[in-house]
């Protein structure tokens, strides 16, 4: 769609010049001015949202981030659990969270909650206005296959972002 714009501001452009080569103005001194529409595209990346079961200083979070940042084409926003909540499903804080600045184990920027996986992602896309395009959920500390896929905490929270309409 901008390159339609900044195409069709040219093709204006080249039909409005005035210029010709003696210097001076044509049609007996009137004057006609050009004007270029011009368009700047600031890259907006897609957010991911990356969140766990295993709190926001486990291993497999922090290799997740680490891909993703690697990547250089997605804005990676992170809020985790402040601690292991692993078998906690898809359940939920009744009340107020509490969330504070924290850190993957590389150093990357999160916010954790003391709460739930599913709560990471309530409070992410309420209070904490993230808008992300995406929700990646893990990568988990064990398996979660067959009748572990609903005590999951990780599974838990990636059924609560599509709940709330982020793909997960």
């Known amino acids: 769609f901008v390159s339609i ?9 080249a039909g409005c ?5 003696s210097g001076g103005s044509a049609g007996g001194g009137d004057e006609t001015t050009t004007t270029a529409l011009t368009t700047t595209t600031e890259a907006v990346l897609p957010t991911v949202l990356v969140t766990n079961d295993d709190g926001v200083g486990a291993e497999g979070i922090d290799a997740l981030v680490n891909a993703l940042v690697d990547r250089g084409d997605v804005e990676v926003v992170v809020v ?3 601690e292991n909540q692993s078998g906690s ?11 504070t600045d924290a850190e993957t184990i590389s150093g990357h920027p999160a916010k954790a909650v003391d709460g ?5 992602v309530v409070w992410a896309l309420g209070e904490g206005g993230i808008e992300p395009d995406l ?4 990568i ?3 398996q979660n296959i067959g009748p572990l896929v609903d005590i999951s905490g990780t599974v838990g929270a990636a059924r609560q972002a599509a709940q709330m309409g982020v793909p997960a």
């Open 80 to 82: 985790a659990p402040l």
């Open 140 to 142: 988990n500390d064990g």
């Open 5 to 13: 714009l900044a195409a069709l501001a040219l093709v204006g452009a």
């Open 116 to 120: 739930f996986p599913a709560d990471t």
């Open 89 to 99: 499903g898809g359940k939920t804080t009744g009340g107020e969270l509490v969330v």
């Open 17 to 21: 010049s005035s210029d010709d080569s």
């Open 135 to 138: 929700v990646i959920s893990g």
